[in-house]
């Protein structure tokens, strides 16, 4: 059994920095990418960032060069750096998975909310 553990978000103000992270628990020998998600209230569930193999990354227009995805393999760990935080950055993020034959999960979601 697999599970994702975030953690890192919490309450910021305008231009302030939180780094996230998300923590594969369980047996794996693949990690063919790992993504986060931010879904803010009332709206659709999109991506934010994605680190794949040989650690391609990709980012939403609205946070590049603020943003930041990393990937640890021998802690089987990403973080999402985020910096120059944004009232429109306030969401639930998500961290989703894809490991092994490309089974795929989803974390539980953290809180990120910028105040200004």
């Known amino acids: 059994q697999v599970r994702l553990v975030e953690s890192g978000g919490g309450y910021v103000q305008v231009g302030g920095s939180l780094r996230l992270s998300c923590a594969i628990d369980?047996?794996?020998?693949?990690?063919?990418?790992m993504a986060w998600f931010r879904q803010p209230p009332g709206r659709s569930r999109d991506l934010v960032a994605r680190?794949?193999?040989?650690?391609?990354?990709n980012y939403a227009d609205s946070v590049k060069g603020r943003f930041t995805i990393s990937l640890d393999d021998a802690k089987n760990t990403t973080y999402l750096q985020m910096n120059n935080l944004k009232p429109e950055d306030t969401a639930v993020y998500y961290c989703?998975?894809?490991?092994?034959?490309?089974?795929?999960?989803w974390g539980q979601g953290t809180q990120v909310t910028v105040s200004s």
């Open positions: 989703k998975v894809g490991i092994n034959w490309l089974e795929e999960y």
């Open positions: 369980g047996t794996i020998w693949r990690i063919a990418y």
């Open positions: 680190i794949g193999s040989g650690e391609r990354t």
